[in-house]
């Protein structure tokens, strides 16, 4: 669906510098979510228009008792928790871009939330988690890229540059030539806009030297390889290995993710582009990382999540039925 910020009726006939700053309003809005955000949106809504034509029913504006039967049989189909909360955000996100009220704030919402209540209890509310790309797995798989052309250069920076700062694939593939800072110790990365930094203050994050991935030394050879001095740092090349101005996009990242971890004898369908930024932590945590160091590169606004790494890689240290079990 395309967005649109409502219009008054009485201005059916918009004059064109209104109607440019109606349009640039709209391209605001669409920056209040990522891309990533704004493409899982698009095909939950599409999802339920499906749905709703399937049945004869109105998809937009839709009453309460429609998306909480909606949600109930999407349950019903095996669709995790997560997924129904994030289609039910998205069906209200639609209607405010529509100009109508989300179903959850509609007279009649309290069953809708009762019905999604009942979901997360009967089906629980775990994610599936992906496996984290640490320093073993990490080290696996950059060994399977072989050759020294621009997408074997290309392909280990990422891998490794993704892992080093603990990256979401988002920020990996928003970073510029500009953001990147070398110093005698490693590398200085400016992170922009990110899940936990809508309004763009930024970050800036350190990468050591390095000693068994070498990130530094990885990323340097592939801004040497590709020659480019402003815009993407990390280029989309053409089916030939050529190279492109356009940065990136996520989708690649994890699909490279998951190529590499196949080719390295891991499972590929337990690896994701998330890989990277898990890997990161994990292998920090189990060599001892405090949590305030952890947090220094993967900017969590809360420690809760980084207290369930260490909490893992502790579980079996100092057990308490260690001597006696």
């Known amino acids: 669906m395309v967005q649109r910020l409502p219009v008054p009726a009485d201005q059916g006939i918009l004059p064109d510098i209104l109607r440019a700053e109606v349009e640039r309003a709209a391209d605001y809005a669409r920056a209040s979510r990522s891309a990533a955000t704004q ?74 939330k009762e019905v999604v209540a009942g979901i997360r209890k009967a089906i629980g509310t775990r994610k599936d988690r992906k496996k984290p790309a640490d320093a073993d797995a990490l080290r696996d798989m950059l060994r399977t890229i072989e050759g020294d052309d621009l997408r074997a250069s290309r392909d280990r920076a990422v891998l490794a540059i993704g892992m080093a700062a603990a990256l979401r694939r988002s920020e990996l593939v928003a970073l510029a030539v500009n953001d990147v800072e070398l110093t005698p110790d490693g590398l200085r990365l400016l992170i922009g806009h990110s899940k936990t930094d809508q309004t763009g203050e930024g970050a800036v994050i350190a990468i050591p030297e390095g000693r068994r991935i070498r990130p530094k030394g990885l990323l340097l050879s592939w801004m040497s390889a590709a020659g480019h001095d402003d815009g993407p740092l990390f280029r989309r090349l053409t089916r030939s290995g050529e190279l492109t101005g356009d940065p990136m996009s996520d989708r690649a990242v994890a699909r490279l993710v998951q190529r590499c971890a196949g080719d390295a004898g891991l499972d590929p369908s337990k690896f994701a582009g998330h890989s990277l930024r898990s890997g990161f932590l994990t292998e920090a945590a189990r060599q001892g990382a405090s949590i305030f160091k952890m947090r220094d590169v993967s900017r969590h606004k809360s420690v809760q999540v980084l207290s369930e790494y260490v909490r893992d890689s502790e579980l079996f240290r100092d057990h308490a039925g260690d001597r006696f079990l």
């Not at 499906?50 to 008792?65: D, I, M």
């Not at 909360?85 to 704030?105: C, E, K, N, S, V």
């Open 39 to 112: 493409r899982a949106y698009a095909s939950d809504w599409r999802i339920f228009q499906g749905w709703c034509e399937s049945r004869g029913l109105q998809s937009l504006p839709a009453t309460p008792a429609i998306v909480a039967t909606f949600l109930a049989s999407e349950a019903d189909s095996g669709v995790k928790t997560p997924t129904i909360t994030r289609r039910l955000a998205a069906i209200g996100y639609h209607h405010r871009q529509a100009g109508f009220d989300p179903p959850q704030q509609q007279p009649g919402a309290g069953a809708l």
